[in-house]
């Protein structure tokens, strides 16, 4: 039990485009989802965190209109990189839980490349 | 804010080793996860130990809240525990959000 897909698992595009990842709790439902990213030998970074049904609250530093995070439901989340650079080239991760404090269970990473 | 600290930040050893793991937090916290990320970048849940000890097969941890540290033991270590092990903690404001510590980077040699 406890399974977090995402989709596309990695993803290469042009600077200037916009790319959705999708992230998914198949056997639970998430009240809340959180995106992580991370660089190269470095640890997770949480970028926002998104509750069903509201608006995702972002960490500070993190454009909230770059990185358009919708939860539209208690399964599915979605994070778009919009007008995407080279510098947003990273390793980004989903997690899903049942809310507060509850075990957070994550998804494999998408890898996004922008030439 | 909380600070997760995890020492070593890498370790290498021959297979069939035991290992200890620390982690450290500078503050009280609601709950700890321990994770192993494997060379493909999946984060896969090892333990959730808010207090006391667990174990999982080869592996296990140990919680002590009241003095901030955590310790998660591998014992007769294989090939595919290599990876990055983190520890990561929940905050005392309930918010969910994870702390992650900088990792340890295990490498076990056949």
């Known amino acids: 039990g406890a399974v977090v897909s995402q989709h596309p698992s990695w993803v290469i595009c042009k600077s200037g485009t916009s790319v959705k990842i999708e992230c998914r709790s198949l056997?639970?439902?998430?009240?809340?989802m959180f995106w992580y990213r991370q660089f190269p030998k470095q640890s997770l970074m949480l970028m926002a965190t998104?509750?069903?049904?509201?608006?995702?609250?972002?960490e500070q530093g993190v454009e909230k209109d770059k990185f358009l995070i919708n939860h539209a439901s208690l399964t599915l989340s979605t994070l778009t990189v919009t007008s995407a650079h080279p510098e947003d080239s990273s390793f980004y991760i989903c997690?899903?839980?049942?809310?507060?404090?509850?075990?957070?269970?994550f998804g494999p990473g998408t890898r996004l490349t922008v030439l | 804010g909380i600070q997760v600290e995890q020492s070593p930040p890498d370790l290498i050893l021959q297979e069939g080793a035991n290992s200890t793991l620390r982690c450290n937090f500078s503050?009280?916290?609601?709950?700890l996860q321990w994770f192993h990320q494997n060379p493909w970048g999946q984060l896969i849940n090892l333990f959730y130990?808010?207090?006391g000890t667990k174990q999982n097969g080869r592996l296990s941890a140990t919680t002590v809240a009241t003095e901030r540290y955590s310790l998660l033991y591998i014992s007769s270590s294989q090939t595919t525990d290599s990876g990055v092990y983190f520890c990561?903690?929940?905050?005392?404001?309930?918010?969910?959000?994870?702390?992650f510590g900088q990792g340890t980077t295990l490498q076990v040699k056949p």
């Open positions: 056997d639970f439902q998430a009240t809340t």
């Open positions: 130990i808010p207090s």
């Open positions: 503050d009280s916290v609601n709950n």
């Open positions: 998104s509750n069903e049904g509201s608006k995702a609250t972002y």
């Open positions: 990561a903690v929940f905050g005392s404001s309930n918010t969910g959000k994870l702390i």
């Open positions: 997690s899903a839980s049942q809310g507060g404090t509850d075990t957070q269970y």
